[in-house]
DNA sequence: CTTGACTTTGACGCAGCGTCAAACCGGCAT
DNA sequence: ATGCCGGTTTGACGCTGCGTCAAAGTCAAG
Protein backbone atom coordinates (compact mmCIF):
# COMPACT_ATOMS: atom_id res chain seq x y z
CA UNK A 1 0.00 0.00 0.00
CA UNK A 2 1.08 3.21 -1.03
CA UNK A 3 0.10 6.82 -0.04
CA UNK A 4 -0.99 8.83 -2.91
CA UNK A 5 2.62 11.06 -3.14
CA UNK A 6 4.12 7.42 -3.75
CA UNK A 7 1.84 6.05 -5.78
CA UNK A 8 1.69 9.16 -8.01
CA UNK A 9 5.67 9.26 -8.53
CA UNK A 10 5.17 5.66 -9.66
CA UNK A 11 2.74 5.92 -12.01
CA UNK A 12 4.41 9.53 -12.84
CA UNK A 13 1.11 11.30 -12.67
CA UNK A 14 0.00 13.77 -10.40
CA UNK A 15 -1.47 13.58 -6.89
CA UNK A 16 -4.63 16.19 -8.11
CA UNK A 17 -5.02 13.85 -10.76
CA UNK A 18 -5.42 10.98 -8.38
CA UNK A 19 -7.46 12.70 -6.01
CA UNK A 20 -9.64 14.15 -9.04
CA UNK A 21 -10.17 10.29 -10.64
CA UNK A 22 -11.31 9.54 -7.07
CA UNK A 23 -14.12 11.72 -6.99
CA UNK A 24 -15.06 11.13 -10.35
CA UNK A 25 -14.86 7.30 -9.63
CA UNK A 26 -12.63 5.77 -12.38
CA UNK A 27 -10.33 4.93 -9.63
CA UNK A 28 -11.19 4.40 -6.13
CA UNK A 29 -8.39 3.83 -3.28
CA UNK A 30 -7.91 0.46 -1.98
CA UNK A 31 -8.21 1.51 1.38
CA UNK A 32 -9.38 4.42 2.80
CA UNK A 33 -7.98 5.43 6.54
CA UNK A 34 -11.90 6.33 8.40
CA UNK A 35 -9.42 8.18 10.54
CA UNK A 36 -7.87 10.28 8.80
CA UNK A 37 -9.08 10.66 5.52
CA UNK A 38 -5.68 9.45 3.71
CA UNK A 39 -5.58 7.20 0.60
CA UNK A 40 -4.15 4.48 0.52
CA UNK A 41 -3.81 2.66 -3.45
CA UNK A 42 -2.07 -0.98 -3.97
CA UNK A 43 0.28 -0.95 -6.70
CA UNK A 44 -2.54 -3.65 -8.30
CA UNK A 45 -4.98 -0.67 -9.03
CA UNK A 46 -1.69 0.66 -11.73
CA UNK A 47 -3.24 -1.31 -14.43
CA UNK A 48 -6.07 0.32 -14.13
CA UNK A 49 -4.78 3.62 -14.04
CA UNK A 50 -2.52 3.12 -16.88
CA UNK A 51 -5.69 1.97 -18.26
CA UNK A 52 -7.20 5.79 -17.93
CA UNK A 53 -4.00 7.04 -19.11
CA UNK A 54 -3.92 5.44 -22.18
CA UNK A 55 -7.37 5.60 -23.07
CA UNK A 56 -6.77 9.52 -22.16
CA UNK A 57 -3.98 9.29 -24.59
CA UNK A 58 -6.71 8.16 -27.45
CA UNK A 59 -8.54 11.29 -26.99
CA UNK A 60 -11.63 9.80 -25.06
CA UNK A 61 -12.67 11.84 -22.10
CA UNK A 62 -12.80 11.08 -18.53
CA UNK A 63 -16.39 10.57 -18.60
CA UNK A 64 -16.29 8.14 -21.46
CA UNK A 65 -13.72 6.22 -20.01
CA UNK A 66 -15.79 5.40 -17.21
CA UNK A 67 -18.24 2.76 -18.87
CA UNK A 68 -14.93 1.71 -21.04
CA UNK A 69 -13.90 0.62 -17.45
CA UNK A 70 -16.80 -1.21 -16.32
CA UNK A 71 -16.82 -3.16 -19.32
CA UNK A 72 -20.25 -1.45 -19.99
CA UNK A 73 -19.24 -0.62 -24.14
CA UNK A 74 -19.29 -2.97 -26.66
CA UNK A 75 -16.32 -3.86 -29.07
CA UNK A 76 -18.61 -1.91 -31.86
CA UNK A 77 -19.18 0.83 -29.71
CA UNK A 78 -16.08 2.03 -29.00
CA UNK A 79 -15.31 1.11 -32.17
CA UNK A 80 -17.90 4.00 -33.22
CA UNK A 81 -16.71 6.21 -30.57
CA UNK A 82 -13.02 6.01 -31.89
CA UNK A 83 -13.67 6.63 -35.62
CA UNK A 84 -15.55 9.15 -34.48
CA UNK A 85 -12.08 10.82 -32.87
CA UNK A 86 -10.77 9.94 -35.71
CA UNK A 87 -13.00 11.93 -37.99
CA UNK A 88 -12.68 15.02 -35.41
CA UNK A 89 -8.94 14.31 -35.18
CA UNK A 90 -8.26 14.43 -38.83
CA UNK A 91 -10.52 17.91 -39.10
CA UNK A 92 -8.22 19.46 -36.87
CA UNK A 93 -5.40 18.22 -38.12
CA UNK A 94 -6.47 19.99 -41.66
CA UNK A 95 -7.59 23.20 -39.70
CA UNK A 96 -4.19 22.99 -37.90
CA UNK A 97 -2.31 22.98 -41.08
CA UNK A 98 -4.31 25.88 -42.54
CA UNK A 99 -3.56 27.92 -39.37
CA UNK A 100 0.12 26.89 -39.81
CA UNK A 101 0.09 28.69 -43.72
CA UNK A 102 -1.91 31.52 -42.07
CA UNK A 103 0.93 32.14 -39.86
CA UNK A 104 4.05 31.05 -41.91
CA UNK A 105 2.15 33.75 -44.69
CA UNK A 106 2.23 36.10 -41.84
CA UNK A 107 5.76 35.65 -41.15
CA UNK A 108 6.61 35.99 -44.70
CA UNK A 109 5.14 39.07 -44.93
CA UNK A 110 6.60 40.62 -42.39
CA UNK A 111 10.06 39.66 -43.78
CA UNK A 112 9.25 41.41 -47.04
CA UNK A 113 7.71 44.69 -46.06
CA UNK A 114 9.62 45.09 -42.64
CA UNK A 115 5.94 46.16 -41.03
CA UNK A 116 2.70 45.24 -40.24
CA UNK A 117 0.40 44.23 -43.17
CA UNK A 118 -2.84 44.55 -42.82
CA UNK A 119 -4.82 41.99 -40.68
CA UNK A 120 -8.60 42.64 -41.57
CA UNK A 121 -8.88 39.25 -44.28
CA UNK A 122 -11.73 37.26 -42.57
CA UNK A 123 -13.58 33.84 -44.49
CA UNK A 124 -17.11 34.24 -43.32
CA UNK A 125 -20.15 32.28 -45.05
CA UNK A 126 -22.90 34.71 -46.50
CA UNK A 127 -26.74 33.83 -47.46
CA UNK A 128 -28.76 33.62 -50.69
CA UNK A 129 -30.79 37.51 -50.96
CA UNK A 130 -32.85 38.63 -53.01
CA UNK A 131 -31.14 41.12 -55.27
CA UNK A 132 -32.96 43.61 -57.45
CA UNK A 133 -29.93 44.58 -60.49
CA UNK A 134 -28.30 45.76 -64.04
CA UNK A 135 -26.02 44.06 -65.63
CA UNK A 136 -24.13 46.20 -67.95
CA UNK A 137 -20.98 45.96 -69.42
CA UNK A 138 -18.27 49.05 -69.27
CA UNK A 139 -15.65 49.98 -71.26
CA UNK A 140 -13.63 51.88 -68.86
CA UNK A 141 -13.28 52.30 -65.21
CA UNK A 142 -14.87 55.65 -65.31
CA UNK A 143 -18.05 54.36 -66.95
CA UNK A 144 -18.15 51.43 -64.49
CA UNK A 145 -18.19 54.52 -61.48
CA UNK A 146 -20.21 56.52 -63.18
CA UNK A 147 -22.84 53.74 -63.88
CA UNK A 148 -22.35 52.55 -59.94
CA UNK A 149 -23.60 56.02 -59.16
CA UNK A 150 -26.31 56.46 -61.33
CA UNK A 151 -27.77 53.45 -59.91
CA UNK A 152 -27.01 54.14 -56.06
CA UNK A 153 -28.54 57.48 -56.66
CA UNK A 154 -31.63 56.44 -58.51
CA UNK A 155 -32.07 53.02 -56.74
CA UNK A 156 -32.11 55.25 -53.56
CA UNK A 157 -34.88 57.39 -54.39
CA UNK A 158 -37.19 54.71 -56.40
CA UNK A 159 -36.57 51.74 -53.56
CA UNK A 160 -38.84 51.62 -50.48
CA UNK A 161 -35.83 52.14 -47.61
CA UNK A 162 -37.77 49.60 -46.02
CA UNK A 163 -37.11 47.55 -49.02
CA UNK A 164 -33.49 48.27 -50.07
CA UNK A 165 -30.10 46.70 -48.28
CA UNK A 166 -27.04 47.60 -49.89
CA UNK A 167 -25.47 48.78 -52.79
CA UNK A 168 -23.97 45.42 -54.17
CA UNK A 169 -21.71 45.31 -57.30
CA UNK A 170 -20.87 41.79 -58.87
CA UNK A 171 -17.42 41.50 -61.43
CA UNK A 172 -18.40 38.99 -63.81
CA UNK A 173 -15.79 39.10 -66.29
CA UNK A 174 -14.99 35.80 -66.87
CA UNK A 175 -12.66 35.99 -69.38
CA UNK A 176 -10.92 39.64 -68.35
CA UNK A 177 -11.70 41.51 -71.39
CA UNK A 178 -10.73 44.82 -72.10
CA UNK A 179 -14.21 45.65 -70.89
CA UNK A 180 -15.88 45.10 -67.38
CA UNK A 181 -18.88 42.90 -67.37
CA UNK A 182 -20.72 44.34 -63.96
CA UNK A 183 -23.88 43.49 -62.09
CA UNK A 184 -24.60 46.72 -60.17
CA UNK A 185 -27.91 46.44 -58.06
CA UNK A 186 -29.34 46.15 -54.20
CA UNK A 187 -29.52 43.43 -51.99
CA UNK A 188 -33.59 43.44 -50.60
CA UNK A 189 -34.33 42.64 -46.85
CA UNK A 190 -37.40 40.48 -48.58
CA UNK A 191 -37.93 38.65 -52.34
CA UNK A 192 -39.84 41.21 -54.23
CA UNK A 193 -40.82 40.46 -58.14
CA UNK A 194 -41.00 44.61 -58.89
CA UNK A 195 -37.98 45.72 -61.93
CA UNK A 196 -37.45 49.40 -61.40
CA UNK A 197 -37.20 51.51 -64.34
CA UNK A 198 -34.37 54.22 -63.13
CA UNK A 199 -32.53 57.19 -65.72
CA UNK A 200 -33.46 56.50 -69.21
CA UNK A 201 -33.73 53.30 -70.59
CA UNK A 202 -32.36 51.05 -68.00
CA UNK A 203 -33.67 48.71 -66.04
CA UNK A 204 -33.35 47.15 -62.38
CA UNK A 205 -34.42 43.43 -62.36
CA UNK A 206 -35.20 41.07 -59.90
CA UNK A 207 -32.87 38.36 -58.94
CA UNK A 208 -31.08 36.44 -56.29
CA UNK A 209 -27.64 36.50 -55.17
CA UNK A 210 -26.05 32.80 -54.50
CA UNK A 211 -25.24 31.66 -50.70
CA UNK A 212 -21.68 31.41 -50.61
CA UNK A 213 -20.29 28.70 -48.07
CA UNK A 214 -16.67 30.36 -47.26
CA UNK A 215 -15.75 33.70 -49.01
CA UNK A 216 -12.83 35.98 -48.26
CA UNK A 217 -13.27 39.10 -47.27
CA UNK A 218 -11.73 42.24 -46.55
CA UNK A 219 -13.14 45.66 -45.84
CA UNK A 220 -11.61 48.80 -46.77
CA UNK A 221 -12.07 52.94 -47.28
CA UNK A 222 -13.85 52.92 -50.92
CA UNK A 223 -11.42 55.27 -52.52
CA UNK A 224 -10.65 53.49 -55.62
CA UNK A 225 -6.55 53.75 -55.38
CA UNK A 226 -7.15 52.00 -51.75
CA UNK A 227 -9.46 49.51 -53.49
CA UNK A 228 -6.81 48.32 -55.89
CA UNK A 229 -4.51 47.57 -52.90
CA UNK A 230 -7.07 45.83 -50.93
CA UNK A 231 -7.44 43.45 -54.23
CA UNK A 232 -3.58 43.06 -54.21
CA UNK A 233 -3.76 42.14 -50.50
CA UNK A 234 -6.70 39.98 -50.63
CA UNK A 235 -5.25 38.39 -53.89
CA UNK A 236 -2.09 37.18 -51.87
CA UNK A 237 -3.75 36.11 -48.58
CA UNK A 238 -6.22 33.26 -50.94
CA UNK A 239 -2.76 32.72 -52.99
CA UNK A 240 -0.76 32.36 -49.43
CA UNK A 241 -3.62 30.25 -47.60
CA UNK A 242 -4.38 27.88 -50.57
CA UNK A 243 -7.49 28.85 -51.31
CA UNK A 244 -8.40 29.79 -54.56
CA UNK A 245 -10.66 32.29 -56.12
CA UNK A 246 -14.33 30.14 -57.19
CA UNK A 247 -16.59 32.45 -58.53
CA UNK A 248 -17.36 36.22 -59.44
CA UNK A 249 -16.10 38.76 -56.98
CA UNK A 250 -18.23 40.93 -55.06
CA UNK A 251 -18.18 44.77 -54.02
CA UNK A 252 -20.95 45.51 -50.88
CA UNK A 253 -21.02 49.00 -50.23
CA UNK A 254 -21.22 48.90 -46.15
CA UNK A 255 -22.89 52.85 -46.18
CA UNK A 256 -24.78 54.47 -48.61
CA UNK A 257 -23.07 56.52 -51.02
CA UNK A 258 -22.80 60.13 -50.29
CA UNK A 259 -20.91 63.01 -50.85
CA UNK A 260 -18.89 63.93 -53.72
CA UNK A 261 -17.67 61.54 -56.76
CA UNK A 262 -14.98 58.66 -56.49
CA UNK A 263 -16.61 57.14 -53.01
CA UNK A 264 -13.92 58.73 -51.01
CA UNK A 265 -15.59 58.16 -47.60
CA UNK A 266 -17.87 54.99 -48.90
CA UNK A 267 -17.13 52.02 -46.40
CA UNK A 268 -16.53 48.75 -49.29
CA UNK A 269 -16.40 44.93 -48.07
CA UNK A 270 -14.56 43.06 -51.02
CA UNK A 271 -15.93 39.40 -51.24
CA UNK A 272 -14.34 36.82 -52.93
CA UNK A 273 -15.56 32.76 -52.63
CA UNK A 274 -13.07 30.64 -52.29
CA UNK A 275 -12.73 26.84 -52.20
CA UNK A 276 -9.22 24.73 -50.84
CA UNK A 277 -6.77 24.97 -54.45
CA UNK A 278 -6.47 21.74 -56.20
CA UNK B 1 -25.34 52.86 -36.19
CA UNK B 2 -26.80 49.45 -35.17
CA UNK B 3 -27.87 47.67 -32.90
CA UNK B 4 -25.57 44.77 -31.65
CA UNK B 5 -28.33 42.15 -33.12
CA UNK B 6 -27.55 43.14 -36.38
CA UNK B 7 -24.26 44.33 -36.10
CA UNK B 8 -23.34 41.00 -34.44
CA UNK B 9 -25.35 39.02 -38.10
CA UNK B 10 -23.20 41.72 -40.52
CA UNK B 11 -20.15 40.43 -38.95
CA UNK B 12 -21.30 36.80 -38.43
CA UNK B 13 -20.07 37.14 -34.26
CA UNK B 14 -22.82 36.25 -31.54
CA UNK B 15 -23.64 39.02 -29.24
CA UNK B 16 -21.84 37.71 -27.00
CA UNK B 17 -19.27 37.74 -28.30
CA UNK B 18 -19.38 41.40 -28.53
CA UNK B 19 -20.21 42.45 -25.28
CA UNK B 20 -17.41 40.31 -24.22
CA UNK B 21 -15.05 42.00 -26.65
CA UNK B 22 -16.35 45.50 -25.08
CA UNK B 23 -15.61 44.17 -21.51
CA UNK B 24 -12.20 42.99 -22.36
CA UNK B 25 -12.26 46.85 -24.30
CA UNK B 26 -10.74 45.16 -27.45
CA UNK B 27 -13.92 46.73 -29.44
CA UNK B 28 -16.27 49.35 -27.48
CA UNK B 29 -19.36 50.30 -29.03
CA UNK B 30 -19.17 53.60 -30.82
CA UNK B 31 -21.84 54.63 -28.57
CA UNK B 32 -23.69 53.77 -25.45
CA UNK B 33 -27.19 55.71 -24.75
CA UNK B 34 -26.45 56.12 -21.44
CA UNK B 35 -30.38 55.73 -20.56
CA UNK B 36 -30.72 52.32 -21.57
CA UNK B 37 -27.41 50.62 -21.92
CA UNK B 38 -27.82 50.13 -25.19
CA UNK B 39 -24.71 49.69 -27.55
CA UNK B 40 -25.01 50.89 -31.03
CA UNK B 41 -22.06 50.09 -33.25
CA UNK B 42 -20.68 51.83 -35.99
CA UNK B 43 -20.44 50.56 -39.52
CA UNK B 44 -16.75 51.95 -39.61
CA UNK B 45 -16.06 49.43 -36.57
CA UNK B 46 -16.13 46.51 -38.70
CA UNK B 47 -12.48 46.61 -39.89
CA UNK B 48 -11.25 46.37 -35.89
CA UNK B 49 -13.60 43.25 -35.38
CA UNK B 50 -12.41 41.93 -39.15
CA UNK B 51 -8.67 42.72 -37.53
CA UNK B 52 -9.42 40.79 -33.97
CA UNK B 53 -10.83 37.63 -36.11
CA UNK B 54 -7.86 37.33 -38.08
CA UNK B 55 -5.63 37.55 -35.63
CA UNK B 56 -7.65 35.16 -33.52
CA UNK B 57 -7.44 33.33 -36.57
CA UNK B 58 -3.87 33.05 -36.27
CA UNK B 59 -3.92 31.09 -32.59
CA UNK B 60 -3.22 34.75 -30.50
CA UNK B 61 -4.53 34.92 -27.55
CA UNK B 62 -7.45 38.00 -27.01
CA UNK B 63 -4.91 39.40 -24.55
CA UNK B 64 -2.20 39.54 -27.21
CA UNK B 65 -4.27 40.89 -29.17
CA UNK B 66 -4.96 43.94 -27.51
CA UNK B 67 -1.75 45.68 -27.58
CA UNK B 68 -1.04 44.49 -30.98
CA UNK B 69 -4.18 47.30 -31.84
CA UNK B 70 -3.10 49.84 -29.76
CA UNK B 71 0.30 49.47 -32.14
CA UNK B 72 2.09 49.09 -28.93
CA UNK B 73 4.03 45.86 -30.81
CA UNK B 74 6.64 46.43 -33.04
CA UNK B 75 7.02 44.09 -35.80
CA UNK B 76 9.70 42.13 -34.98
CA UNK B 77 8.00 41.80 -31.54
CA UNK B 78 4.68 40.61 -33.69
CA UNK B 79 7.25 38.31 -35.55
CA UNK B 80 8.26 36.67 -32.78
CA UNK B 81 4.84 35.79 -31.52
CA UNK B 82 4.00 33.96 -34.28
CA UNK B 83 7.40 32.26 -34.74
CA UNK B 84 6.80 30.88 -31.14
CA UNK B 85 2.99 30.24 -32.60
CA UNK B 86 4.37 28.43 -35.26
CA UNK B 87 6.58 26.17 -33.22
CA UNK B 88 3.70 24.99 -30.42
CA UNK B 89 1.51 24.69 -33.97
CA UNK B 90 4.16 22.34 -35.17
CA UNK B 91 4.83 20.16 -31.87
CA UNK B 92 0.79 19.67 -31.43
CA UNK B 93 0.61 18.88 -34.96
CA UNK B 94 2.87 15.70 -34.85
CA UNK B 95 1.35 14.82 -31.10
CA UNK B 96 -1.70 15.26 -33.06
CA UNK B 97 -1.02 12.98 -35.87
CA UNK B 98 0.48 10.36 -33.30
CA UNK B 99 -2.89 10.70 -31.25
CA UNK B 100 -4.36 9.47 -34.90
CA UNK B 101 -1.61 6.38 -35.68
CA UNK B 102 -3.10 5.20 -32.12
CA UNK B 103 -6.68 5.50 -32.76
CA UNK B 104 -5.82 4.13 -36.00
CA UNK B 105 -3.92 1.00 -34.42
CA UNK B 106 -6.90 0.63 -32.14
CA UNK B 107 -9.51 0.63 -34.71
CA UNK B 108 -7.35 -2.11 -36.87
CA UNK B 109 -6.80 -3.98 -33.27
CA UNK B 110 -10.96 -4.32 -32.56
CA UNK B 111 -11.20 -5.51 -36.55
CA UNK B 112 -8.78 -8.30 -36.34
CA UNK B 113 -9.59 -9.38 -33.17
CA UNK B 114 -13.38 -8.90 -32.81
CA UNK B 115 -12.77 -7.62 -29.13
CA UNK B 116 -11.26 -4.79 -26.97
CA UNK B 117 -7.55 -5.85 -26.58
CA UNK B 118 -5.62 -4.22 -23.40
CA UNK B 119 -5.33 -0.62 -22.83
CA UNK B 120 -2.31 -0.23 -21.04
CA UNK B 121 0.36 0.52 -22.88
CA UNK B 122 1.64 3.77 -21.63
CA UNK B 123 4.84 6.23 -22.57
CA UNK B 124 6.63 7.02 -19.26
CA UNK B 125 10.08 8.60 -18.58
CA UNK B 126 12.24 6.98 -15.45
CA UNK B 127 14.51 8.44 -13.83
CA UNK B 128 18.54 6.60 -13.63
CA UNK B 129 18.52 4.73 -10.24
CA UNK B 130 21.53 3.07 -8.73
CA UNK B 131 21.30 -0.66 -9.08
CA UNK B 132 23.12 -3.86 -7.87
CA UNK B 133 23.01 -6.54 -10.49
CA UNK B 134 24.48 -9.63 -11.35
CA UNK B 135 25.44 -10.15 -15.06
CA UNK B 136 24.71 -13.77 -16.03
CA UNK B 137 24.26 -15.64 -19.12
CA UNK B 138 21.65 -18.63 -19.57
CA UNK B 139 21.12 -21.79 -21.35
CA UNK B 140 16.75 -21.65 -21.31
CA UNK B 141 14.00 -20.08 -19.60
CA UNK B 142 13.87 -22.28 -16.74
CA UNK B 143 17.64 -21.80 -15.62
CA UNK B 144 16.64 -17.80 -16.11
CA UNK B 145 13.60 -18.47 -13.83
CA UNK B 146 16.03 -20.17 -11.12
CA UNK B 147 18.35 -17.41 -11.18
CA UNK B 148 15.73 -14.84 -10.85
CA UNK B 149 14.39 -16.10 -7.78
CA UNK B 150 17.75 -17.29 -6.10
CA UNK B 151 18.67 -13.21 -6.65
CA UNK B 152 15.33 -12.38 -5.55
CA UNK B 153 15.49 -14.38 -2.10
CA UNK B 154 19.12 -14.09 -1.32
CA UNK B 155 18.98 -10.09 -1.97
CA UNK B 156 15.84 -10.03 0.21
CA UNK B 157 18.13 -11.07 2.81
CA UNK B 158 21.29 -9.44 2.69
CA UNK B 159 20.18 -5.93 1.49
CA UNK B 160 18.69 -3.84 4.16
CA UNK B 161 14.92 -3.41 3.63
CA UNK B 162 15.46 0.66 3.87
CA UNK B 163 17.87 0.79 0.92
CA UNK B 164 16.48 -2.20 -1.35
CA UNK B 165 13.99 -1.04 -3.37
CA UNK B 166 12.75 -3.46 -6.59
CA UNK B 167 13.99 -6.14 -8.54
CA UNK B 168 14.86 -5.61 -12.09
CA UNK B 169 15.76 -7.88 -14.53
CA UNK B 170 17.22 -6.03 -17.98
CA UNK B 171 17.37 -8.39 -20.92
CA UNK B 172 20.65 -7.82 -22.98
CA UNK B 173 20.85 -10.32 -25.55
CA UNK B 174 21.77 -7.91 -28.16
CA UNK B 175 22.15 -10.60 -31.17
CA UNK B 176 19.45 -12.65 -29.93
CA UNK B 177 21.66 -16.03 -29.33
CA UNK B 178 20.13 -18.91 -28.01
CA UNK B 179 21.14 -17.93 -24.77
CA UNK B 180 19.58 -15.16 -22.50
CA UNK B 181 22.00 -12.55 -21.68
CA UNK B 182 20.37 -10.82 -18.49
CA UNK B 183 21.41 -8.61 -15.38
CA UNK B 184 18.86 -9.27 -12.62
CA UNK B 185 19.47 -7.49 -9.41
CA UNK B 186 18.03 -4.43 -7.28
CA UNK B 187 17.40 -1.13 -7.56
CA UNK B 188 18.50 0.71 -4.48
CA UNK B 189 17.11 3.71 -2.78
CA UNK B 190 20.61 5.90 -2.70
CA UNK B 191 23.61 4.82 -4.39
CA UNK B 192 25.87 2.54 -2.80
CA UNK B 193 29.01 1.08 -3.30
CA UNK B 194 28.86 -1.82 -1.41
CA UNK B 195 29.56 -5.31 -3.44
CA UNK B 196 27.30 -8.16 -2.04
CA UNK B 197 28.40 -12.00 -2.38
CA UNK B 198 25.08 -14.02 -2.45
CA UNK B 199 24.72 -17.86 -2.55
CA UNK B 200 27.81 -19.85 -4.33
CA UNK B 201 30.43 -17.53 -5.83
CA UNK B 202 27.88 -15.01 -7.09
CA UNK B 203 28.24 -11.02 -6.78
CA UNK B 204 25.95 -8.14 -6.95
CA UNK B 205 28.00 -5.15 -8.19
CA UNK B 206 27.05 -1.82 -7.85
CA UNK B 207 26.41 -0.22 -11.05
CA UNK B 208 23.70 2.21 -12.36
CA UNK B 209 20.72 2.05 -14.69
CA UNK B 210 20.66 4.65 -17.01
CA UNK B 211 17.60 7.22 -17.17
CA UNK B 212 15.34 6.75 -20.32
CA UNK B 213 13.35 9.48 -21.98
CA UNK B 214 10.46 7.47 -23.63
CA UNK B 215 9.78 4.53 -22.13
CA UNK B 216 6.44 2.42 -23.60
CA UNK B 217 5.51 -0.04 -20.66
CA UNK B 218 2.81 -2.37 -19.77
CA UNK B 219 1.59 -4.17 -16.84
CA UNK B 220 1.34 -7.46 -16.49
CA UNK B 221 0.44 -10.66 -14.22
CA UNK B 222 4.09 -12.12 -13.81
CA UNK B 223 2.95 -15.55 -15.07
CA UNK B 224 5.31 -16.76 -17.60
CA UNK B 225 2.27 -17.03 -20.29
CA UNK B 226 0.95 -13.88 -19.25
CA UNK B 227 4.37 -12.09 -19.66
CA UNK B 228 4.61 -13.83 -23.41
CA UNK B 229 2.05 -12.18 -24.67
CA UNK B 230 2.25 -9.16 -23.07
CA UNK B 231 5.91 -8.93 -25.00
CA UNK B 232 3.47 -9.59 -28.23
CA UNK B 233 1.29 -6.65 -27.04
CA UNK B 234 3.46 -4.06 -26.49
CA UNK B 235 5.52 -4.96 -29.65
CA UNK B 236 2.43 -4.52 -31.88
CA UNK B 237 1.73 -1.22 -30.02
CA UNK B 238 5.33 -0.12 -30.68
CA UNK B 239 5.23 -1.13 -34.51
CA UNK B 240 1.46 0.23 -34.78
CA UNK B 241 2.38 3.94 -32.85
CA UNK B 242 5.45 4.75 -34.94
CA UNK B 243 8.24 3.62 -32.21
CA UNK B 244 11.39 1.35 -32.57
CA UNK B 245 13.14 -0.45 -29.64
CA UNK B 246 16.16 1.67 -28.73
CA UNK B 247 17.75 0.03 -25.98
CA UNK B 248 17.57 -3.40 -23.98
CA UNK B 249 14.15 -4.15 -21.79
CA UNK B 250 13.37 -4.42 -18.64
CA UNK B 251 11.22 -6.29 -16.35
CA UNK B 252 10.33 -4.47 -12.77
CA UNK B 253 9.19 -6.30 -10.42
CA UNK B 254 6.93 -4.15 -8.78
CA UNK B 255 6.06 -6.51 -5.53
CA UNK B 256 8.36 -8.38 -3.71
CA UNK B 257 8.35 -11.77 -4.83
CA UNK B 258 6.87 -14.33 -2.67
CA UNK B 259 4.53 -17.50 -2.96
CA UNK B 260 5.78 -20.74 -5.21
CA UNK B 261 8.13 -20.65 -8.14
CA UNK B 262 6.54 -18.83 -11.62
CA UNK B 263 6.22 -15.88 -9.78
CA UNK B 264 2.16 -16.45 -10.45
CA UNK B 265 0.80 -14.00 -8.57
CA UNK B 266 4.33 -11.44 -8.77
CA UNK B 267 2.91 -7.68 -10.80
CA UNK B 268 5.48 -6.99 -13.71
CA UNK B 269 6.18 -4.15 -15.32
CA UNK B 270 7.78 -4.50 -18.73
CA UNK B 271 9.52 -1.67 -20.07
CA UNK B 272 10.92 -0.79 -23.73
CA UNK B 273 13.07 1.78 -24.09
CA UNK B 274 11.21 3.33 -27.85
CA UNK B 275 12.05 6.38 -29.84
CA UNK B 276 10.17 8.08 -32.92
CA UNK B 277 11.11 5.24 -35.92
CA UNK B 278 13.43 6.26 -38.32
C1' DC C 1 -51.63 49.98 -25.36
C1' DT C 2 -50.35 45.53 -26.09
C1' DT C 3 -47.35 42.42 -28.14
C1' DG C 4 -43.27 40.16 -29.36
C1' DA C 5 -38.62 40.69 -30.59
C1' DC C 6 -34.31 42.75 -28.61
C1' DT C 7 -31.23 44.21 -25.11
C1' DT C 8 -29.21 44.81 -20.53
C1' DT C 9 -26.47 42.85 -16.45
C1' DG C 10 -25.30 38.82 -13.85
C1' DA C 11 -24.35 34.21 -13.08
C1' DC C 12 -23.15 29.48 -14.01
C1' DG C 13 -20.94 25.95 -17.07
C1' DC C 14 -17.20 23.70 -19.50
C1' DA C 15 -12.51 20.00 -19.24
C1' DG C 16 -9.06 18.66 -16.58
C1' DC C 17 -6.71 19.53 -13.69
C1' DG C 18 -2.85 23.47 -11.32
C1' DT C 19 -2.39 26.08 -7.47
C1' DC C 20 -3.09 28.18 -3.31
C1' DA C 21 -4.98 27.99 1.90
C1' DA C 22 -5.91 26.27 6.44
C1' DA C 23 -5.96 22.51 9.13
C1' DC C 24 -4.37 17.58 10.14
C1' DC C 25 -1.24 13.54 10.37
C1' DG C 26 3.10 10.58 10.56
C1' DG C 27 7.45 9.40 11.54
C1' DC C 28 12.05 10.90 13.05
C1' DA C 29 15.12 13.48 16.25
C1' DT C 30 15.48 15.06 20.55
C1' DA D 1 6.82 13.29 25.59
C1' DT D 2 7.66 16.82 22.33
C1' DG D 3 8.90 19.45 18.11
C1' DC D 4 9.39 19.58 13.53
C1' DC D 5 9.13 18.97 8.73
C1' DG D 6 7.03 17.04 5.01
C1' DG D 7 2.92 14.81 3.34
C1' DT D 8 -2.18 14.78 3.30
C1' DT D 9 -7.00 16.29 3.71
C1' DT D 10 -11.03 19.19 1.97
C1' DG D 11 -12.38 23.36 -0.29
C1' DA D 12 -12.10 26.99 -3.36
C1' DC D 13 -10.64 29.69 -7.26
C1' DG D 14 -8.33 30.00 -11.93
C1' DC D 15 -7.96 29.10 -16.77
C1' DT D 16 -10.14 30.21 -22.32
C1' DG D 17 -13.64 32.17 -24.83
C1' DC D 18 -17.39 32.38 -25.00
C1' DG D 19 -22.71 29.45 -24.79
C1' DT D 20 -26.67 29.51 -22.29
C1' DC D 21 -30.05 30.53 -19.16
C1' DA D 22 -32.76 34.22 -16.04
C1' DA D 23 -34.99 38.41 -14.69
C1' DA D 24 -35.93 42.81 -15.98
C1' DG D 25 -36.02 46.69 -18.98
C1' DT D 26 -36.63 48.70 -24.33
C1' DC D 27 -38.08 49.39 -28.95
C1' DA D 28 -41.13 49.41 -32.87
C1' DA D 29 -45.14 47.73 -35.11
C1' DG D 30 -49.99 47.02 -35.11
Request: net charge neutral; charged share 25%.
Amino acid sequence: MFRIGEFAQIAQVSGRQLRFYDQLGLLRPARIDPQTGYRYYSIRQLPRLNSILALKELGLSLEQIGPLLKNEISPAELRAMLTMKRAQLEQSLREEETRLRHIESRIAQIDRRGGIGDYDVVVKSVAATPFLSLRCSCENMDEAVRMVRTVAEDGSRQIRPALRDKLIVVARNDHDDEKLDLEIGFSLMRASNANIRISGDLMLRAGELPAVDTMATIVRPGTNAASHSSFGAIGMWIEANGFEVFGPCREVFLEPITGPPGFEGALVEIQFPVRAAA
